[in-house]
């Protein structure tokens, strides 16, 4: 399905349906669908997601996933995250266990691009497939797999609270990249899940940079910890911590709202994942540690010692569990074992800071660790190793290529991690474009892309690869990072992506596939070692909390030991610098059998597994993009994008296609386009291979293929078949000025006979009020000679008459109310004096069976528009007045609460009116009933139609029974 070059921006699925794709056609593709909310496109089978920072309507609903369920032909929906995840999950229920079963989705994409989103929705799809087949053909005896899918879907927030924190980039960025693994028996239920975390900013705890926060944990923290367990761990403001302190704007938000739900919602996830009491408690103990461990101040020249007072240093250990001369030796020096002897060298002002820095990252690092590791045997299968029949499907969310002003250890390992990712994505894409021409016949020899793997080479060669120095260094006591880069210059120059620069400054570039980074060396050989001084170690093996004893490796022994000081409480200092250095030897001895190691190592033979998982399993892409730095909707910077594009690997896509043959219209599209350039106007040749050929030679094409349904071209040929077509357009506008000509001069006749019509029914309109109006006279002109012939005193004399008798009852009445009104004026108390002597014994407002429903006692108008506020149209009401002898009529006329109001009053003789109607009625009930039939006002929109009643439970007629 070729679109062809009419085809309006936006409006292609898959970008590789376009006749030619290139950088220019990628980026403005991708631009025109998001400007109409649409975030996904594919490229071949790549799904692009660019970030729309809003939220969609209905892009994620319930109906979504079931209308993405065994969709079949991709293209047969629109591009979406559900899409690939059926995709994958199809591809691995339609083979039998194996490589073509597993399945792997790889999501990346720079900080803020979406990528932590993505892999949540390509698993909540996947978890929906699963249990709708599960729940349609489950097996007898099989347990349910509802409550493990519930678990996986709750260890987001878990991973989130303690793995992402906001950056200047993104407000919820995943400091760590992970791989999660499901696993899936013979009838596609989940049977648990794996996960393998890489690389954790274990930094972020001690310092921030101007702008961006701690991992989100330790504010959500503070705004949800119960007040008791506040008071437990010392805690009071967060203002007074310096790992927290730096960022106002996030310590404003601990009192919102939003991070006490982030709270509850973590503290639930904890249980539903299945943490106990006991070591949810040690853990908050921990995080509180961490916190006071960073309020520690040193000072001292050749001598460091802790300035904080005691009280800082109780905080620590308390919450920690250990003792405070244990704390104060292993931050403030250094003892070496020698010949038996203790050497003890004192640390100086910086080097106590470091292991103060170095202690709390540990701490939070390894507490990191565990939950993952807690995760993992909570939700894990049974058995780790794969049985028979079982299938996989990993999810890989990791960083993308970072290239910052300052770049260090951490850019490098990131940069190596996406270089081996790139060339796992241009070796899967170099293989579809080959598939494709072997489907068509077409010879392909000329193809090539661009292989990184001596970049490879270079970073993890052993011996000689940049890791390997950096390990060597490392090892070696009196190396520096100044050192190591002159090692890196001497050994490394004769590769092609690698640049030292021209003076002798401590850093060194390497060219990526993405660009040109530049690593400063400072801090290398450190954060490669990523060591805690056996002092630190010996001192939190001998914590009384289960939890911190476990991540620093304390056996058995430690444990019995720690338990018994805890019991019997250290003699004094001395017997506690026994116990640590007791405890300092016995890491050292561990530490001298173990395997000698470095994080670059570490994270190499991670990401060989990492390789090795993918290379036995079907991929799946997506590229995540964000569309401008300020998280904003609506905005989309091209060059920004086109960055990333180049960072993910799809302009390599683009290059690839446009090194073979990137315009690859179908026979049936090239006919239609180009069949002029070798037929009559008028013929209609059959699209095959001999009409392709004929009309490339016509047009002087050389350097084709045609292939057995398509036509491949090189980039350039398009160019060359718009030249031949272009006298053809010339002709086309000839053409077309001569039919809009003919349709302009059409339009107009049609519009002057339209006129013509118009003016005649005009003219008849005319006649008929003419005529209308003429009559109108005759009539008015017959009843003036009629009214001629009249006596001239027709009209004023009146008709004899029977004089109106008086109401006795009121005249009565207002007689002896008289002299009451004008001591103490109209009072509500005369009003109910006067309904009841006058009015009731006449009926007004009265019914068989009491009052009527309409009717109301002495209320105010407030009160009256207050019942008929929310009633409908024609609702109304009659009150006694408070300040005459009479009634208000209150009536709803419009929707929505329109209220008029009308004054009743009586003749001498007893008759009742609506005061400005001339008619007469002889009781109050005939009046209101002659209004339901007729319009108070014959501008009223309605009649009295519904009475309103009184409010249950009051009755404001009670004065009158």
Known sequence: RCHS????????????????????TLLAELQARYGKDVIYTYVGEILVAVNPFKSIEALYAPQKSVEYVQIGDRSSKPPHIFAVADC??????????????????????????????????????????????GSSSSVAGEPSAKGLEEKIIQLN??????????????????????????????????????????????????????GEQNFHVFYLYYAGLPADLKSKYHLA??????????????????????????????????????????????????????????????????????????DAVGKVCDCLGIETEALKDALTCSVNIMRGENVVRAYKTYEAEDARDAMAKGLYGRAFSHIVRKANELLGPKEKKLRPGEKTMGILDIFGFECFDQNSFEQLLINLANEQLQYFFNNHIFKMELDEYAREGIEASQISFEDNQPLLDMLLKKPGGLLAVCDEEAFFPKATDESM?????????????????????????????????????????EKNRDTLAVDVVGALRMSER???????GADADDAKAAKKANKTKAKGAADVKKKLRQSMKKVAKEQAKAKRTTVGTQFKESLSDLMEEMSGAQPHFVRCIKPNMEKAANRFNGELVTKQ????????????????????????????????????????????????????????????????????????????????????PNAAIQIAKVCRGFKARKEVTDRLAQAKEEKKKVEQLFLRLEKSCSESISVIQALIEEDNMRPEDFFSKKKAKDAAPEDKNLKKFQKSIKK?????????????????????????????????????????????????????????????????????????VLEGGRIKHYMIDQTPDGQYQVVGNRKLFPSLNSLVEHHKQHKIVSTDPVTLIHPCGQVDGHDDRSDFK
């Not at 070059?5 to 220019?24: D, F, R």
């Not at 266990?97 to 929705?121: D, F, Y």
């Open 5 to 24: 070059i009419t085809t309006m921006a936006g409006q292609t699925e898959n970008l590789t349906e376009l006749e030619n794709l290139n950088e220019e």
């Open 88 to 133: 994958a999950f199809e591809s691995m229920a339609s083979n039998p266990a194996g490589k073509l079963a597993n399945q792997v989705c790889v999501i990346s994409g720079e900080s803020g691009a979406g990528k932590t989103e993505s892999a949540k929705l390509f698993i909540k799809h996947i978890i929906y497939l699963s249990t709708r087949l």
């Open 157 to 210: 927030p878990l991973l989130e609270a303690f793995g992402n924190a906001q950056t200047l980039m993104n407000d919820n960025s995943s400091r760590f990249g992970k791989f999660i693994e499901l696993r899936f028996n013979e009838n596609l239920h989940i049977q648990g899940v794996l996960m393998y975390e890489y690389l954790l900013e274990k930094s972020r705890v001690t310092f921030q940079s101007a």
């Open 237 to 310: 403001d967060a203002a007074e911590h310096r790992f927290l302190n730096s960022n106002e704007q996030a310590l404003a938000k601990i009192k919102g709202k939003k991070f006490k739900e982030m709270w509850d919602e973590l503290v639930e996830c904890m249980t539903v994942v299945g943490f106990s009491q006991e070591e949810t408690d040690d853990l908050w103990a921990l995080l509180a540690g961490v916190l006071h461990t960073g309020d520690l101040e040193f000072a001292g020249d050749d001598q460091a010692y802790i300035v904080s007072d005691a």
């Open 485 to 525: 880069v002159e090692k890196l210059h001497a050994q490394l120059t004769t590769y092609k992506a690698y640049e030292r620069p021209r003076g002798n400054e401590p850093h060194f570039s390497i060219h990526h596939y993405a660009g040109k980074v530049t690593y400063q060396s400072a801090g290398f050989l």
């Open 546 to 552: 289960d939890l911190i004893r476990d991540l620093f």
């Open 645 to 728: 594009l180049r960072y993910t690997g799809m302009l390599e896509t683009t290059r690839i296609r446009k090194e073979g043959y990137s315009y690859r219209p179908l026979f049936a599209d090239f006919v239609a386009r180009y069949k002029i350039l070798g037929f009559n106007f008028t013929a209609n040749p059959t699209p095959n291979s001999a009409t392709c050929e004929r009309i490339l030679a016509k047009a002087g094409v050389k350097g084709y293929q045609v292939g057995k349904t398509k036509v491949f071209l090189r980039y350039f040929h398009a160019d060359q078949m718009n030249d031949a077509l272009r006298p053809f």
């Open 820 to 892: 009451q009104i004008k001591k103490e004026g109209f009072t509500r108390a005369a009003s109910v004096r006067w309904f009841k002597e006058v009015e009731m014994k006449k009926g007004a407002g009265m019914s068989d069976s009491g009052f009527q429903e309409w009717f109301h006692g002495v209320i105010t108008r407030k009160d009256a528009e207050a019942l008929l506020s929310d009633k409908d149209q024609g609702t109304f009401l009659v009150r006694v007045s408070e300040s005459r002898f009479g009634y208000s009529l209150s009536h709803v």
